[in-house]
T-cell receptor, first 112, second 113 residues
Framework: DTEVTQTPKHLVMGMTNKKSLKCEQHMGHRAMYWYKQKAKKPPELMFVYSYEKLSINESVPSRFSPECPNSSLLNLHLHALQPEDSALYLC???????????FGSGTQLSVL | TQLLEQSPQFLSIQEGENLTVYCNSS?????LQWYRQEPGEGPVLLVT?????EVKKLKRLTFQFGDARKDSSLHITAAQTGDTGLYLCAGRSFYNQGGKLIFGQGTELSVKP
């Protein structure tokens, strides 16, 4: 299995809602990532988990809260988002320190 | 700050034409990857180049890594409409191999029938 699976595919939420994005991989990768991507721009790193511990937080606002329940799962909890947070949210995985990322198909998030 | 500068940013061509996308830096990279991303999907890894001067071919796509490992190019021969998408180069600096992956700004390719 060489896939990274993200759910949901699309999400529309109001600024007062709480929602979660989910990501799963079964490639045995020990590093997992959340990226944010605006249209036609490169992905921007948000968080990195290595061996289920948060290793990098790119100064992301606290309204985004990551969680890594186990080595295969990665969640991103969303609360009180702003319209400017609307974007494609990508999950990726790699071997620890690996140079190649395997991306999921993303969650297209719209904040109204 | 290590940067990867990609050019051109936008490219619109007719089916059957050839094209080259460039990815340049003033820093040395331990490896570079090329990804292709279709609208509404995540980036898909096309290739990794590791050795200076390396050339890799993937059907009609040819990837080169510069001798000094500071630049890379992607050449597409006889482009097809299915080649349309956002092309991204990415890599980690040779001097900060535990650091985050650096992405170029991307090249938006449109191949018209």
């Amino acid at each position: 299995d060489t896939e990274v699976t993200q759910t949901p595919k699309h999400l529309v939420m109001g600024m007062t809602n709480k929602k979660s994005l989910k990501c799963e991989q079964h490639m045995g990768h020990r590093a997992m990532y959340w990226y944010k991507q605006k249209a036609k721009k490169p992905p921007e790193l948000m968080f990195v988990y290595s061996y289920e511990k948060l290793s990098i937080n790119e100064s992301v606002p606290s309204r985004f809260s990551p969680e890594c329940p186990n080595s295969s799962l990665l969640n991103l909890h969303l609360h009180a988002l702003q319209p400017e947070d609307s974007a494609l949210y990508l999950c990726a995985s790699s071997h620890r320190g690996g140079r190649e990322l395997f991306f999921g198909s993303g969650t297209q998030l719209s904040v109204l | 700050t290590q940067l990867l500068e990609q050019s051109p940013q936008f490219l619109s061509i007719q089916e059957g034409e050839n094209l080259t996308v460039y990815c340049n830096s003033s820093s040395v990279f331990s490896s570079l990857q090329w990804y292709r991303q279709e609208p509404g999907e995540g980036p898909v890894l096309l290739v990794t180049v590791v050795t200076g001067g390396e050339v890799k071919k993937l059907k009609r796509l040819t990837f080169q890594f510069g001798d000094a490992r500071k630049d890379s190019s992607l050449h597409i021969t006889a482009a097809q409409t299915g080649d349309t998408g956002l092309y991204l180069c990415a890599g980690r600096s040779f001097y900060n191999q535990g650091g985050k992956l650096i992405f170029g700004q991307g090249t938006e390719l449109s191949v018209k029938p």
